[in-house]
T-cell receptor
Framework: EAEVAQSPRYKITEKSQAVAFWCDPISGHATLYWYRQILGQGPELLVQ????????DSQLPKDRFSAERLKGVDSTLKIQPAELGDSAMYLCASSSSYEQYFGPGTRLTVT | GENVEQHPSTLSVQEGDSAVIKCTYSDSASNYFPWYKQELGKRPQLIIDIRSNVGEKKDQRIAVTLNKTAKHFSLHITETQPEDSAVYFCAARYGNNRLAFGKGNQVVVIP
């Protein structure tokens, strides 16, 4: 069964450093999402792509976060500079219709 | 924006009993309502979903019911087992296939 892949699984970084997360969606899924999940909360959407185009980035803190999906397949989410409040689980999901399937996530700890 | 609320926040049940989790949503235009199960340290896993053109859907021991007039939907787990212990998130679809998630319910099945 195809799954969404993410790397790294864990990342520890110091504040003010740059971090990047990678996501490979399920093959054929045109829609890709990046979510942030704080412990004890539900996932919150950061950015949504349809193929290589951004559909919604209204909740993305654009002063420090950026996301790209250049060829409409895999995607990278970057934070620069990282802040203590960015510590969270970053989840990627993909979809070809209504159903969204999540990757294992990247657990980010900012010290 | 879309608001999704889950009740109760924590639910403890004896093994073999039934568990019911209820969600309410705010956007009457929402037409798709998935439920995700998330075990500690793992990805959210889609377990069942329902579209607005039906009132109930069942898959083995789990079922989802939808009341569009009251804008709420519920997850029903029958004959609970220890492996059902997890956090369950409901969500509602709005806009460009965006999902708004609730804060999650911790379900504890007591052997």
């Amino acid at each position: 069964e195809a799954e969404v892949a993410q790397s790294p699984r864990y990342k520890i970084t110091e504040k003010s450093q740059a971090v990047a997360f990678w996501c490979d969606p399920i093959s054929g899924h045109a829609t890709l999402y990046w979510y942030r999940q704080i412990l004890g909360q539900g996932p919150e959407l950061l950015v949504q792509f349809q193929d290589e185009s951004v559909v919604d980035d209204s909740q993305l803190p654009k002063d420090r976060f950026s996301a790209e999906r250049l060829k409409g397949v895999d995607s990278t989410l970057k934070i620069q500079p990282a802040e203590l409040g960015d510590s969270a689980m970053y989840l990627c999901a993909s979809s070809s219709s209504y159903e969204q399937y999540f990757g294992p996530g990247t657990r980010l700890t900012v010290t | 924006g879309e608001n999704v609320e889950q009740h109760p926040s924590t639910l403890s049940v004896q093994e073999g009993d039934s568990a019911v989790i209820k969600c309410t949503y705010s956007d009457s235009a929402s037409n798709y309502f998935p439920w995700y199960k998330q075990e500690l340290g793992k990805r959210p896993q889609l377990i069942i979903d329902i579209r607005s053109n039906v009132g109930e859907k069942k898959d083995q021991r789990i079922a989802v019911t939808l009341n569009k007039t009251a804008k709420h939907f519920s997850l029903h787990i029958t004959e609970t087992q220890p492996e059902d212990s997890a956090v369950y998130f409901c969500a509602a679809r709005y806009g460009n296939n965006r999902l708004a998630f609730g804060k999650g319910n911790q379900v504890v099945v007591i052997p």
